[in-house]
């Protein structure tokens, strides 16, 4: 007897959800634009209706042909991102919920997914600060310890609050010290590319001119000629050394610790920029150092944080040397001496502190005055620079152009 074939399984479908662009207005009247997942338009305006919000238009966001387009997160999208968490920790709003009003509204796609991979985590059983540990290329041990402090002791607002002060003073510190490195770089390249125009392009032109002359050209101008013919017959084999050693020294740097570590001595001594760039360190050590001692972590563990954020490997060993010492019962301030990189207003500004037991508040200060201190020194060597960049670039152009016109000007003597 023939069987009749199985009837098949069926499978859930998983429902497809949208992306709908709104605008609306509030319970106060106040104008609002977003965005939100749902699966119809209808059930769009139904959530946002729910939500206390009157929805004027709700519309299908159009979708990108080459989807969406992933940013590279940077440390001021992380500090951004932590100042938001400590903001709505304080007005009340429940941890999952902040991940979700972060995540979703944020306009960098891999941040968003970072965020909402967190939240996830989060709701899946894992703390805050476990969560922040699987990304350790954008959350410090720093960070993930001052998180953990704080869901330990129950002021995780708080405990925010200081990580997102802290992040955002050491970003604005770094900016001002690349606004301090960027002028150099920019005089080097603006004059490269300035003489390799002129030597390729306007050179050549004043050469074919000089031909018809017959006469002797003048030392100058010939030396000049024969860097321009240089050029032209090189420019592939310069180009591809410029790049060469650009790339050499990035890959240097990035692999081998005894390059960085020649790399932050010698820059400690470049005059000026070294003066900033010393000033720097101390600045962000006292402000990690002052952060970590306030959120209550002992000053030993702290120190391990304290040394990786400093920026420079001569303050990095500095910090671990002072380290054993202080575990050693070694009172900070004599650490801080011995290592000869803090000057005695830093030293004697810890020593109070050690003896008030207010070395936070002390700590604090000195980084508040050295960030002062690098924010007039950068400001300073900007407004030194800009007449420098203007001169150097005049000198090497104006060489050129009375290189070439060194032998018109004998013609017309001659004459």
């Not at 940077?74 to 999952?96: N, S």
């Not at 002028?183 to 002129?198: D, E, N």
């Not at 003896?355 to 201190?373: H, I, P, Q, T, W």
Request: glycine share 6%; aromatic share 8%.
């Amino acid at each position: 007897m023939a069987q009749a074939p199985a009837a098949k399984k069926s499978t859930p479908q998983k429902i497809k959800n949208d992306v709908f662009v709104w605008e609306a207005v509030d319970k106060k009247g106040g104008r609002m634009k977003g965005e939100v997942q749902a699966v119809s338009e209808a059930l769009a305006r139904a959530d946002l209706r729910r939500q206390g919000i009157t929805p004027l238009k709700v519309k299908k966001k159009p979708k990108d042909l080459f989807g969406p387009r992933k940013k590279k997160i940077k440390p001021k999208d992380i500090a951004v991102f932590l100042r938001q968490m400590a903001t709505m920790m304080e007005a009340g709003v429940p941890l999952v919920q902040s991940f979700e009003i972060i995540g979703r509204g944020h306009e960098n796609p891999s941040m968003a997914e970072m965020i909402l991979s967190i939240k996830a985590d989060v709701e899946g059983g894992a703390t805050f600060s476990s969560s922040l540990a699987k990304h350790p290329v954008y959350f410090d041990k720093l960070v993930v310890s001052l998180v953990a402090a704080g869901e330990q002791s129950g002021a995780l607002e708080s405990l925010l609050d200081k990580i997102a002060t802290y992040k955002e003073k050491i970003e604005t510190l770094k900016g001002k010290i690349k606004k301090a490195l960027f002028y150099p770089a920019a005089v080097i390249v603006v004059a490269i590319i300035v003489s390799a125009i002129l030597l390729v392009f306007v050179v050549p032109q004043f050469q074919d001119l000089f031909r018809s002359f017959g006469a002797d050209l003048p030392a100058f101008t010939l030396m000049v000629i024969k860097l321009s013919e240089f050029v032209q017959a090189w420019w592939w084999a310069l180009t591809f050394g410029f790049v060469a050693i650009g790339w050499g020294l990035t890959q240097a740097y990035r692999r081998s610790p005894a390059f960085v570590r020649q790399i932050d001595i010698w820059s400690l001594k470049i005059p000026v920029i070294g003066d900033i760039l010393h000033k720097a360190a101390i600045a962000r050590f006292t402000r990690t150092l002052a952060t970590m001692f306030s959120a209550g972590v002992p000053l030993v563990e702290a120190m391990d944080s304290v040394a990786t954020a400093t920026g420079n490997v001569i303050f990095e060993e500095a910090t671990y040397r002072m380290r054993d010492d202080v575990a050693t019962g070694t009172q900070l301030q004599l650490t801080m001496r011995q290592s000869n990189l803090f000057p005695n207003m830093v030293v004697q500004m810890v020593a109070i502190g050690e003896e008030s037991g207010s070395l936070d508040d002390m700590l604090n200060k000195v980084a508040d005055f050295y960030e002062e201190e690098v924010d007039n020194m950068v400001d300073a060597l900007s407004s030194l620079l800009e007449p420098m960049i203007m001169v150097v670039i005049g000198v090497l152009v104006g060489s050129l152009v009375i290189a070439m016109y060194l032998p018109i000007f004998k013609l017309g003597s001659v004459i």
